[in-house]
């Protein structure tokens, strides 16, 4: 007798081959048999329909605020996901100096679209100071997946150097050899990683590049090298595109990251993007990370399988929602708004009206300035989603061809 029996699903099993209808059948936390599986199970479930694949593994999240209110960890949960990785692009919850919980809000709050009044209320906040501390308290909830978390650079540089990480100081030997503790420490109680986030596109809601972001190789070494063991995670300067002034390509920061691989013996991973306006650069990192691969060093680029993408609408980010006219309007009810907004006199308006900048320059809701030059890559969603839409279906083209 099997303590489950999963049948007719479409079995991906991950070793590359073709999907096949089949059935699994389950005893003591193992699978026990694949395929055309006869026999009973004290639960069957019917699959029909449905996939059923080996859990995926998610190394790039930020559930650090979640992990405080919600067991299940959705969506991840929902969509397969059976182990995650967060603590990543520098930013996290810990170490936290009480009374600077407001920082580390600010930080997560501009890198991630995660709004500061959930951070405030939702954290169970004063359960952890030190790293350790907070692996304890996670140590203490059940989740639906497993859970493992970086230490993020971000959190470590303010712990230490204050109000100097926000003017982007360099860190002094003290703050190198403090900052190198707190790391080794966190890798001893649990850690998975370190993470660092090094483009000028993860700014806090203050709208200043996060603390980290310009750290010297000086630094970045140093903390690699008290890690002993896990990963060392960048996001390197450049890699979302030229939407922003970093002081270093992505080639650059390669070579940089080679370097800290090589220094530390620490295996190296870090986001490598698709950039518009430098259509080559991926291809050159891609080799950069061959040759350093080649000598013995462990560079690994973690490669989205579809761009950074947003989801824009009227009831979201989009690229009207500081015009002043719009702004009026957006204190109706949905319905009443979409009413006025389809007057032709206030879209004249609109199209003519001056932006209002958001109150902080880091916020979110500045997308709206940058969401009118990405009209040749937007597409609309309609139901059921196209996900491989023609390119010429763009809302640039699309606007074009009526006229407007
Ligand atoms: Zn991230």
Redesign the pocket.
């Known amino acids: 007798m099997y303590d489950y029996l999963i049948q007719g699903a479409t079995i991906v099993d991950g070793l590359g081959g073709q999907p096949y209808t089949g059935d699994i059948a389950i005893k003591a936390g193992k699978i026990a048999e694949l395929g055309q599986v006869s026999g009973d199970a004290k639960e069957i479930i019917d699959a029909d329909g449905a996939y059923a694949t080996p859990g995926w593994v998610d190394v790039?999240t930020?559930y650090d605020g979640q992990v405080s209110w919600d067991d299940t960890i959705d969506p991840s949960f929902s969509h397969g996901v059976t182990s995650i990785v967060m603590g990543?692009?520098g930013v996290g919850f810990a170490p936290c100096r009480p009374g600077h919980e407001k920082q580390m809000i600010e930080l997560m709050e501009g890198?991630?679209d995660i709004p500061g009044t959930a951070l405030y209320e939702g954290i169970e906040w004063g359960n952890w100071e030190t790293f350790g501390e907070f692996i304890d308290y996670l140590g203490t909830k059940e989740y639906t997946l497993d859970v493992g978390t970086q230490v993020p650079h971000s959190a470590v540089r303010y712990y230490v150097m204050g109000e100097r990480s926000l003017k982007h100081e360099d860190a002094t030997s003290d703050d190198l050899s403090a900052m190198a503790n707190i790391v080794a420490e966190g890798m001893r109680a649990g850690a998975v990683g370190f993470s660092t986030s090094r483009t000028a596109g993860h700014r806090s809601v203050l709208g200043d590049a996060i603390p980290g972001t310009y750290a010297e190789k000086e630094e970045l070494v140093a903390i690699a090298s008290a890690m002993g063991k896990g990963v060392f995670q960048a996001?390197p300067a450049g890699v979302v595109g030229d939407i922003v002034v970093e002081k270093w390509t992505t080639e650059q920061e390669v070579e940089l990251f080679t370097e800290v691989a090589r220094a530390s013996g620490r295996p190296c991973t870090f986001t490598l993007a698709q950039n518009g306006n430098r259509p080559d650069q991926w291809r050159n990192c891609l080799d950069l990370v061959e040759q350093a691969n080649a000598q013995g060093v462990s560079i690994t680029p973690q490669i989205a399988t579809r761009p950074i993408g947003f989801v824009t609408s009227l009831k979201s980010y989009h690229m009207f929602q500081r015009r002043e006219t719009y702004l009026k309007l957006s204190q109706l009810p949905f319905d009443q708004m979409l009413v006025e907004l389809r007057k032709p006199e206030i879209k004249a308006a609109i199209l003519t009206d001056k932006d209002v900048p958001p109150d902080q320059p880091g916020v979110m809701a500045n997308l709206y300035a940058g969401l009118g030059m990405m009209a040749p890559a937007m597409f609309p969603i309609n139901l059921p989603i196209n996900y491989e839409p023609e390119p010429g279906g763009n809302i640039a083209a699309l606007a074009a061809a009526a006229g407007q």
């Open positions: 790039h930020h990543n692009c890198v991630e996001v």
